[in-house]
């Protein structure tokens, strides 16, 4: 099984292409690939392109532990690259492709350097999300988590954010507190996660918690999310840096929370898969 691995930010996904293999993609297979040091080791593997009766090109997305996600902003920027990198497209238009959280579209500028990506809209309705309760909008909400309370907006980018505002952010903050809300009964389909801190009007941080996958350096929905977070609270203006430990990404948040987010995307290497870990 052939794999071409990328990274956007030290944000490191395996694509896995079904018109060059025929190995089936299932919850197994793809723990065994991202397992590290049993297998390739991955954030996650995308898989694609499968190509619908229309010719819409599709996307499917995979956690390291088997779960499919809706959306990845890295993984989609990382796609767009790969289709462009193998003939699929060109880099001279726009074009979309679908995912289970909905249509984005990549603008290619610069494939190493410059891949924009209309992310589709943000919401922080509760049923969108989904989070439990009432159908509201989850922007300020209180939370008991793991013996602390802590005030939480809620975000969908097609996956599940929540979103915590800090005045202090570190890795072990993520670590402690990220899988305890990853598995909050509040969210029935799990969520990711995000400690914020809000630099000025036109920087934020973040440390990451990913559903199904951990801590990460880097997200590009989680950015998405977080910065549409801070906009809607009023603490930032529509354009914001979000810096990851992995490095940067810019989001634009347009009419109606509409996302756009640029960042670069790395090829890294090209391999094949043994069958033995499989076995
Ligand atoms: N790393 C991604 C997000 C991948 C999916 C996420 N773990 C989920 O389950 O929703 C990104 O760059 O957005």
Same mark, same amino acid.
């Given at each position: 099984m052939d794999f071409y691995r990328y990274h956007g930010l030290g944000n490191d996904y395996l694509v896995v292409d079904p018109n060059k293999t025929s190995v089936p993609i299932n919850e197994e297979s793809v723990r065994a690939i991202c397992k590290p040091h049993f297998g390739e080791g991955a954030d996650g593997v995308l898989y694609g392109p499968l190509f619908t009766k229309s010719g819409d090109i599709q996307l499917r997305i995979f956690n390291p532990d088997g779960s499919e996600a809706e959306k990845s902003g890295n993984g989609t920027r990382i796609f767009a690259r790969y289709l462009v990198d193998e003939g699929y497209r060109n880099s001279v238009e726009p074009f979309s492709f679908q995912t289970l959280g909905g249509m984005v579209t990549a603008h290619v500028i610069d494939r190493r350097n410059k891949i924009v990506m209309d992310m589709g809209a943000a919401t922080f309705l509760s049923t969108k999300i989904p989070v439990?309760? #009432? #159908?509201?909008? *989850? *922007?300020n909400e209180h939370l008991a988590v793991n013996g602390r309370k802590l005030t939480v907006t809620c975000v969908s980018m097609g996956n599940p954010h929540c979103v915590v505002p800090v005045n202090m952010l570190s890795k072990d903050l993520a670590l402690e507190m990220g899988p305890h809300l990853e598995n909050h009964a509040m969210f029935p389909n799990r969520t990711n996660v995000q400690f914020m801190r809000v630099i000025d009007r036109h920087h934020i941080q973040i440390e990451i918690w990913e559903r199904g996958a951990g801590y990460t350096l880097a997200s590009g929905s989680s950015s998405c999310a977080a910065a549409a977070a801070a906009f809607r609270l009023g603490l930032t203006q529509n354009t914001v840096k979000v810096q990851m430990a992995g490095g940067e990404l810019e989001i634009v948040i347009l009419d109606n929370y509409k996302i756009q987010m640029t960042g670069p995307v790395v090829f890294v290497s090209k391999g094949v898969l043994s069958n033995e870990i499989f076995a």
């Amino acid at each position: 099984m052939d794999f071409y691995r990328y990274h956007g930010l030290g944000n490191d996904y395996l694509v896995v292409d079904p018109n060059k293999t025929s190995v089936p993609i299932n919850e197994e297979s793809v723990r065994a690939i991202c397992k590290p040091h049993f297998g390739e080791g991955a954030d996650g593997v995308l898989y694609g392109p499968l190509f619908t009766k229309s010719g819409d090109i599709q996307l499917r997305i995979f956690n390291p532990d088997g779960s499919e996600a809706e959306k990845s902003g890295n993984g989609t920027r990382i796609f767009a690259r790969y289709l462009v990198d193998e003939g699929y497209r060109n880099s001279v238009e726009p074009f979309s492709f679908q995912t289970l959280g909905g249509m984005v579209t990549a603008h290619v500028i610069d494939r190493r350097n410059k891949i924009v990506m209309d992310m589709g809209a943000a919401t922080f309705l509760s049923t969108k999300i989904p989070v439990l309760g #009432e #159908e509201r909008e *989850v *922007v300020n909400e209180h939370l008991a988590v793991n013996g602390r309370k802590l005030t939480v907006t809620c975000v969908s980018m097609g996956n599940p954010h929540c979103v915590v505002p800090v005045n202090m952010l570190s890795k072990d903050l993520a670590l402690e507190m990220g899988p305890h809300l990853e598995n909050h009964a509040m969210f029935p389909n799990r969520t990711n996660v995000q400690f914020m801190r809000v630099i000025d009007r036109h920087h934020i941080q973040i440390e990451i918690w990913e559903r199904g996958a951990g801590y990460t350096l880097a997200s590009g929905s989680s950015s998405c999310a977080a910065a549409a977070a801070a906009f809607r609270l009023g603490l930032t203006q529509n354009t914001v840096k979000v810096q990851m430990a992995g490095g940067e990404l810019e989001i634009v948040i347009l009419d109606n929370y509409k996302i756009q987010m640029t960042g670069p995307v790395v090829f890294v290497s090209k391999g094949v898969l043994s069958n033995e870990i499989f076995a």
